[in-house]
């Protein structure tokens, strides 16, 4: 147990819809990653947050956003979902925003299905 | 962008078989990741290498980092049934961002 969790597990929706995947850091942790798994692209990395604001960007569409609060857990927005967005979706965490030795440690993801 | 290039995709082994994958990137590293990621569940850290050249091990699990900066290798001994997964390697530069390779499957005949 990583000490990362997320809710939910699964996540079943349709096309068009909106859906939001939470996510807890581990204690600790002011830094939160999140991540698209799927079939044919590997782990991409989408977003960062560290201590509530925005620290880096990567492929996160524009459909797609994702916000830190004060208790430092972190949510993911995703709307008008499109088939293609079927993917598992990791939270990860880390003490630091950046630096040596600030490694991430993953939750369990949720799976999300677009039908 | 920074990629990586890791192989093999997939190893179908004997138990009890020793097992290499490797790593190799365009770009230096300054930190090189394996990480293991079981059926259903997130990834979790294996090993973490911060010099050139380093080698080091957990339990039956030794990953070194290349001289170059460049590689990395994962080697497992023995392996047993539960070895199953998929491992990745990640590789951080100068910036945070972490790159992952795509994975290797391997699946242990027992």
Known sequence: DSGVTQTPKHLITATGQRVTLRCSPRSGDLSVYWYQQSLDQGLQFLIQYYNGEERAKGNILERFSAQQFPDLHSELNLSSLELGDSALYFCASSVAPSGFHNEQFFGPGTRLTVL | ?110
Request: net charge neutral.
């Open chain 2, 1 to 110: 962008g920074q990629q990586l290039n890791q192989s093999p995709q997939s190893m179908f082994i004997q138990e009890g078989e020793d097992v290499s994958m490797n790593c190799t990137s365009s770009s230096i590293f300054n930190t090189w990741l394996w990480y293991k990621q079981d059926p259903g569940e997130g990834p979790v850290l294996l090993i973490a290498l911060y010099k050139a050249g380093e080698l080091t091990s957990n339990g039956r699990l030794t990953a070194q980092f290349g001289i170059t900066r460049k590689d990395s290798f994962l080697n497992i001994s023995a392996s047993i049934p539960s070895d199953v997964g998929i491992y990745f390697c990640a590789g951080r530069g100068y910036g945070n961002k972490l790159v992952f390779g795509a994975g290797t499957i391997l699946r242990v005949k027992s």
